[in-house]
Structures are given as C-alpha cells and as structure tokens.
C-alpha cells in the first residue's frame, strides 16, 4: 500500500559515531536492500524477518531513540499492514509516533505521517472513532508543518495534508455509513477519491478503496449511474497499475 522507505548509508556512515564498525553499517546497508527486494516481490514473510534484522542492526548502529531506526519501524508496519497484521502494524506506528516525538520538532511532517499511519491501522481494525482521532492529530500537526516549510518544501507537504485530508474523509465515511447515513457517506467518499486521485503518486491502492467503497454504497442506495461510472474508473485504474 505505501511505500517502503530507505536511505543511502553513505550519509549514515558520515553522521554516525567514528566507532561504529564499517562492517555494521555494511550488513545495514544490505539488510535495506533486501527488505525492499523481498517486499517488491511479495515476499512480505521474509520480508518482515530482514526488516526486524535491520531494525536490530540499526538500535545498535545509532540507539533505538534515532530517526533512522523510526524510519525503520515505520517500514516494518508498512509490511504488517500490507499481511492484514494490522494489531501489529498499529504497535510498530506507535512506536515510531514515540520516537518521533522525542527526536523531531513537534511540528514535523513525518510526526503527521506516524499518526495518520496509526489512524489507518485503527480503521482497519474497525475502531473508527479511536482513528478518527488520530487523523485529527495528524491533521493538526500537518497544518503546523505546513505554515512552517519553506517555499521549495510547500508542494511535497501540501500533497501530504491532502493525503491526510482525504484518509481522515474516508473515515468518517465509514461512521456515516455505520450511522446509516449512507448519502453523506457518498459525499465524503466522492471527495476523498478526487483529492486521491490529484495527490498519489504511483501507489493508489488508498483510490482504490475508496472506489471500492464508493461502489458499495451507491449500489446500497440504488444509484446505479454513480456505481457504473465508478466501476469504469476502477477498471481503468486497476489496468494502469
């Protein structure tokens, strides 16, 4: 669904402590990659086992309180999240939204990007309220970065919130419909696809299901003409990716 972020080492070995050992930050570097290999290829059993590798390499390279190692954290709930693990998705985001708060300004993107990562966990666990309120934080937090970022940083940080933004839609979405207030559903979900559709980049997994979900409820309310137009928009996606 998202994806897996890495780093060059070289810019880790230049920042970390002169006694760390090369052949440490060698067997991280390897670890990385093949993270991403086995993840690229579906392969998220073993992938999960070489990102925990990497994870433990990283708490003795450079402390388990540093961005690195909350960076890879947060890849190894991408993993979870991906395998339907989301309990433990969510206990990794946590632990990332932790590290983050300790180490970063409490106004810095990739704080938003841990809760919203929280609040989509939480979604899939059906705990919509509990969600929803993480999206809010994550909001909050993103409107601060925002004000914030430099001008050559706005566009990258606006496309974030917009992502934020149409996560949180989604959600609340989700209430509507387990209020049985299935129009206001639509809305929300009508939205939230169009601001998917203008803000993701090559994963639109998050577009998808808000098509998905979007086609449920028009068919809930009869409205065959907004589900038939979705479904054509959700063939077409599904061909591109």
Do not use: W
């Not at 309220?129 to 990258?156: C, G, Q």
């Not at 917009?162 to 839609?169: N, P, T, V």
């Amino acid at each position: 669904m998202f994806i897996i972020k890495t780093f060059l080492i070289f810019f880790l070995i230049i920042i970390c402590n002169i006694n760390i050992a090369i052949a440490q930050s060698i067997e991280l570097r390897e670890n990385l990659k093949h993270t991403k290999k086995l993840y690229n290829e579906g392969k998220l059993e073993k992938a999960i086992i070489s990102a925990k590798k990497a994870i433990e390499i990283s708490r003795i390279d450079f402390g388990t309180e540093h961005y690195y190692t909350a960076t890879l954290i947060e890849n190894l709930g991408i993993i979870q999240y991906e395998m339907l693990k989301y309990t433990d998705a969510e206990k990794s985001f946590q632990e990332v939204f932790t590290i983050r708060k300790a180490t970063l300004e409490n106004d810095h993107s990739d704080i938003a990007e841990a809760l919203n990562f929280i609040a989509l966990s939480n979604r899939k666990l059906l705990k919509y309220d509990k969600a929803l309120d993480y999206h809010n934080k994550a909001l909050l937090v993103m409107s601060r970065a925002i004000t914030k970022s430099n001008p050559n940083a706005m566009n990258e940080q606006n496309r974030k919130g917009a992502m934020f933004r149409a996560s949180a839609m989604h959600t609340r979405a989700l209430i509507a419909i387990k209020n049985e207030n299935i129009y206001h559903a639509i809305g929300l979900l009508k939205t939230s696809a169009k601001i998917f559709y203008n803000t993701l980049g090559k994963d639109k997994k998050q577009l998808r299901e808000s098509y998905q979900e979007l086609i449920k409820q028009a068919l809930n309310v009869d409205d065959l003409e907004l589900a038939n137009s979705i479904k054509k928009k959700l063939k077409k996606l599904n061909k591109d990716i």
